[in-house]
Each structure stands twice: as structure tokens, then as C-alpha cells.
């Protein structure tokens, strides 16, 4: 029909309409999942409104914490008594951990679980994020708070695949380099869980 362009990629519209067209997909799976149940947790996905193009928002976890210390990750944590879902689980830790309040958060949809190596069921919760917003980190929990455009993260040619030699087994997991932030394991797991989603 003349007069009518489809919304460009990665807008606002775009992203809305993809999930609404929710259809199943396979999603990443980590080596050496632990035998027994694995404990439930949930992190928000954000991705920010910003332009000309949206981005993605990342933490940096402080170097003394127990579970992936140091590493970069989304907003997020285990499963609380209190918690009625994964959804509010996701929201009510990235309230804790960098004070985005959920008002700020336009709920899209929840990818598949992403099961760890170190023990965990995650549920990654996507929202969009709509500036302006202030965020206050936890000193405790959170080092850093950055963004990188999400056209980099979900470009194929930056899903790396590396390799280690864990007790004597070989595993591999994705990375995607970032300027000085290296974005690996089960972030960047998730990330590719988020193309496979646009690619289905």
C-alpha cells in the first residue's frame, strides 16, 4: 500500500511488534548444568529508547561478591519468598540494584530459561526502557552501569565463541567484546538468546 513504510529496525514499534508475535525457539544451553534442582532466578533484559538507536543496559558486578564477581550482567537476582513472579523478581531486583523504578519499564515478554553452570534457572525479562531516567547503583553490588547499542549486540559477527578447559573437560561459552568491557557467559548467552528471538 502506498504511504505506508514498515517501523525501522530496532524502534520502538519494531521490537513491540516482534514480541507480539511470539513463536518458540531454541535457546543457548551451558555446559556443565548441576545434577538436582537449580535455583530460580530472573534478571531484566532493558533496552533503552535511546537515539538515534536503542541500546542495551549493563552492569558491572563489584569484585567481592560471592557469584560472578566482576563480571558484567543484567539487573537481576534469585527468586524471593515474596516474589509473585519472575517478572516481579526482575523488577524488584533492578530496583535494588541500580533503582531503575519499574514505572520506567514497558513489559515485552520473557525469553526462554537460561540454566547456568553455577546452579541457576534464569528467566530473562525484556522491557523497554524510555529516557530521561536517573539510576543510583548499589555500591555493594554494582561497580558499574553502561549501555551499548543493541544493533552491536544482536550483529552475529560479534558473537564470539571461546573455549576453556574446565576440571579437565573443554567448554565453550559466547563473548562479545565491548570496548574495555568484556561481556561473557551467561549475559552473553542471554544476548544470543535475544537474537535467536529476532531471527526465529
Not at 525457539?25 to 535455583?39: A, H, K
Not at 523497554?128 to 548499589?138: A, C, G, H, I, M
Not at 553502561?146 to 563473548?175: C, I, M, T, W
Request: glycine content about 8%; hydrophobic content about 40%; some cysteine.
Amino acid at each position: 500500500m502506498s504511504g505506508l513504510k514498515s517501523p525501522p529496525r530496532f524502534s520502538a514499534d519494531w521490537l513491540r511488534h516482534r514480541f507480539a508475535d511470539d513463536k518458540g525457539f531454541d535457546s543457548p544451553v551451558e555446559e556443565g548444568i548441576p545434577t538436582g534442582p537449580l535455583r530460580p532466578a530472573a534478571v531484566l533484559v532493558p533496552i533503552v529508547l535511546r537515539e538515534p538507536e536503542p541500546t542495551l543496559l549493563l552492569t558491572r558486578r563489584t569484585d567481592h561478591l560471592h557469584h560472578h564477581p566482576g563480571q558484567v550482567s543484567f539487573p537481576g537476582g534469585r527468586v524471593e519468598a515474596q516474589d509473585t513472579s519472575p517478572i516481579e523478581t526482575a523488577l524488584r531486583e533492578t530496583e535494588e540494584e541500580i533503582s531503575l523504578a519499574r514505572h520506567h519499564v514497558e513489559l515485552l515478554g520473557c525469553l526462554p530459561q537460561y540454566r547456568t553452570g553455577t546452579g541457576f534457572d534464569v528467566t530473562p525479562v525484556v522491557g523497554l526502557v524510555t529516557p530521561p531516567f536517573e539510576l543510583s547503583p548499589d555500591a555493594f553490588e554494582v561497580a558499574e552501569v553502561f549501555e551499548v547499542p543493541l544493533s552491536f549486540l544482536l550483529d552475529e559477527a560479534n558473537h564470539q565463541l571461546h573455549r576453556v578447559e574446565v576440571r579437565g573437560k573443554l567448554r565453550e561459552y559466547y563473548a562479545m567484546p565491548y570496548g574495555d568491557y568484556f561481556i561473557w557467559g551467561a549475559t552473553a548467552g542471554m544476548i544470543v538468546s535475544l537474537y535467536r528471538f529476532f531471527h526465529r
